[in-house]
């Protein structure tokens, strides 16, 4: 193990002697970070970053929420302006004024805050983004033409409100592979995409490195890490603590880089179930979007003391299922959805949430919270019970306490009270919606994509918290295309395919090969049972 002067860890050998990644190609730097310094009212976001990405190099940057990553990639981008510090690329310096200047110096970028106009189709938004104008049915056929190239399919007439988060993932890395960049910026662009999209888009990105591309990839996921760069470079606090070659490091190796401690494995004992919370009896519903799924005579019970998970590709009827869940699209037949018994298909949100029920929808800043409240305010959104609204009034105190209790319980980095949400890292939002919503201890939680976007430590530790609110008798239904995260949290699990759920499995009794199958539709009994329902 060698150290360079102010970068922190570096580190040579592979404990294991791990097979190494592809050697990027050597050359003049594309990009070069000096000094790097971002300040904000109270927050040192990037603290004299250094940082070199050469030709074809796909180069991983490290670190947990709150670490300055998603900052300085948006200094990169030109979305915020560096305090101090210099950036060159292709030996020029420059500062992007904005992302329009990046994308015509080549630069590229991924969001994990997708930044897609919501009233606009898919093609609609990709144009936005392409510097010279274009015709939009030419454009329609290369949307679907990268998308089956890539493994990545989306429909260009579709509006964007109307996709779920994986269909809009799929949008943002089309648009910027579309613009042929020199540097492609991926922030966290595998977190809800499925195992089989992912190992396309990590063969994509191969190929565009072996082109001369050049990838700056955050990630939370350790093993595409390991597998798909070349180096990386580790942040903490806004500092460089670390530079590796990834293909040399364990897991292990590589979460104590970024946390500076061994990973926490969540405990999963055996569940004590208890009675049905949660019925799902029949359900059947045309979806409001002429281009969603409609669901089809779901069936689901999940019961007191137990999570079950729901895997399965996205757009195949989960953001559906979803809101009729929620509340908030209300249905026809009182009792095709039940909480603790009672018929509640007809029933607002605000009246499940009375019963009972608590939800973490997939979107945090479009309706898991409101970016321009303060985290207060957010809190009483959903968490409005007694303890803290008496007599029609709000007991601020009350509020004020509730809110730093799940901020100090769910490490919401730089955070108080008065935070505005849109203020936090999409890992710290994703913190502060989960905690909101499992510290009112609800008889039935519902919750959608957990862990998203946030750092293995806090991945940890929100699967144990939904662990322990399991073990204290709360029904728990988890819908998630993280297969890793089903297996490691679920008693049992279920696939959607095309707004059909399959029977539950134990999740001891399955595996991700199974799911896998399960997940193009081919469960024992569903070719007959689509059958029937089409005749």
């Known amino acids: 193990m060698t150290a360079r002067p102010g970068s922190g860890v570096d580190r040579a050998a592979a404990p294991g002697g791990a097979p190494l990644a592809a050697t990027a190609p050597p050359g003049e730097p594309r990009l070069v970070l000096a000094g790097i310094r971002k300040v904000y009212p109270g927050v040192v976001a990037n603290d004299g970053i250094d940082l070199a990405v050469m030709p074809g190099e796909i180069h991983a ?209 055996p569940a004590r179930s208890g009675r049905v919370l949660l019925r799902v009896a029949g359900l059947s519903h045309a979806s409001a979007d002429p281009f969603g799924t409609d669901l089809e005579n779901v069936r689901l019970d999940v019961r007191a003391g137990e999570i079950v998970g729901i895997a399965g590709v996205s757009g195949n009827g989960q953001r559906e299922l979803l809101a009729v869940l929620s509340g908030e699209e209300p249905i026809d037949d009182a009792h095709a959805v039940q909480i603790d018994g009672t018929g509640a298909g007809r029933l607002s949100a605000l009246q499940r949430r009375r019963l009972g029920l608590a939800f973490v929808p997939e979107g945090r800043l479009d309706v898991g919270a409101v970016g321009a409240m303060t985290l207060a305010e957010n809190a009483l959104l959903t968490a409005h019970g007694p303890s803290l609204v008496r007599g029609g009034l709000v007991d601020f105190a009350a509020v004020d306490a509730y809110t730093r209790a799940c901020i100090a319980r769910f490490d919401v980095r730089g955070a108080t009270p008065r935070t505005r949400a849109r203020a936090l890292s999409g890992g710290n939002q994703q913190r502060f919606i989960v905690g909101r919503e499992v510290l009112q201890r609800p008889k039935v939680l519902v919750v959608a994509q957990p862990t998203l976007g946030v750092d293995i430590g806090a991945a940890a530790f929100i699967r144990q918290a939904l662990l322990d609110l399991r073990d204290a008798g709360t029904a728990i239904l988890v819908i998630s295309e993280e297969l890793e995260e089903l297996f490691e949290i679920c008693d049992a699990l279920a696939v959607i395919a095309n707004g059909r759920l399959s029977p539950l499995r134990p999740a001891g009794t399955t595996g991700v090969e199974e799911i896998g199958v399960w997940m193009g539709g081919a469960w024992p009994g569903a070719i007959a049972a689509a059958g029937a329902h089409g005749a």
């Open 61 to 269: 940057l490290l670190g947990e929420n709150g670490a300055g990553k998603s900052t300085l990639v948006k200094i990169v981008y030109g979305l915020t302006p560096p305090t101090s510090g210099t950036m060159r690329w292709e030996g020029r310096r420059v500062v992007p004024r904005d992302p329009a200047h990046a994308r015509r110096l080549g630069i590229g970028m991924v969001f994990q805050q997708f930044s897609l106009f919501e009233t606009l189709t898919v093609a609609e938004n990709v144009a936005l983004a392409l510097s010279e104008a274009t015709d939009m049915a030419r454009l329609a056929r290369d949307i679907v033409e990268a998308g089956e190239r890539h493994g990545l399919p989306v429909d260009p007439r579709r509006p964007v409100h109307a996709l779920s988060a994986g269909e809009r993932q799929r949008v943002e890395i089309i648009r910027c592979l579309l613009q042929r960049p020199r540097l492609l910026i991926m922030d966290e662009p595998t977190s809800v995409l499925t195992p089989g999209a992912a190992r396309k888009l990590f063969a994509t990105l191969h190929g565009l490195a072996r082109d001369g591309c050049s990838v700056l990839y955050i990630s939370h996921k350790l093993d595409e890490i390991r597998e798909l760069c070349h180096t990386a470079t580790v942040l903490r606090a806004g500092r460089v603590t670390g530079r590796c070659d990834p293909a040399r490091e364990t897991p292990a190796s590589l979460a104590r880089l970024m946390i500076g401690s061994d990973l926490p494995v969540p405990r999963h004992a």
